[in-house]
């Protein structure tokens, strides 16, 4: 099944790269802008025998290794049979 | 409007954070994972006065900054009224 995985700086933490990516839209002439969060995108299969399986591995995978929790949060889609 | 924009490594490019992404999952157990991608989450902010301004301007930001269209694929939503 495939999972879709999206990791996204905490809105009380400062984001550095969204800041970066701001001003550099600003100063293309995209002044209509703000609020520039960057975070990540994960697709992945997973081998599962029921959408709650592959849930449940998604939402491991997640608080082991792919998002801090410290820092950012996660949310995930599972898609396919 | 809020735009949520993801990008993603081409089919045919190797992704390498990806591969080091899968094999951590593996070593940490995950021995049912496989074709892992990692790509970027965008979220923003555009002053448009449609959806459709709103698009036109989130296509050309991801033309011009966003995306590396040379080796990345990008798609976005764009929310609210």
Redesign the interface.
């Known amino acids: 099944m495939l999972v879709k995985v999206?990791?996204?700086p905490r809105r009380e933490i400062l984001d550095p790269q969204?800041r970066a990516?701001?001003q550099?839209?600003r100063s293309?002439g995209?002044d209509?802008?703000?609020?520039?969060?960057?975070?990540?995108?994960?697709?992945?299969?997973?081998?599962?025998s029921s959408p709650d399986e592959a849930r449940a591995?998604a939402r491991?995978?997640c608080e082991?290794?792919?998002a801090n929790p410290v820092i950012e949060d996660y949310r995930f889609e599972v898609e396919g049979s």
Not at 32 to 48: E, F, Q
Request: proline share 0%; hydrophobic share 50%.
């Open positions: 999206f990791v996204t969204g990516v701001e550099s839209l293309l995209f209509n802008v703000s609020g520039v969060r960057v975070g990540r995108y994960i697709t992945l299969d997973v081998r599962a591995e491991r995978m082991q290794l792919l």
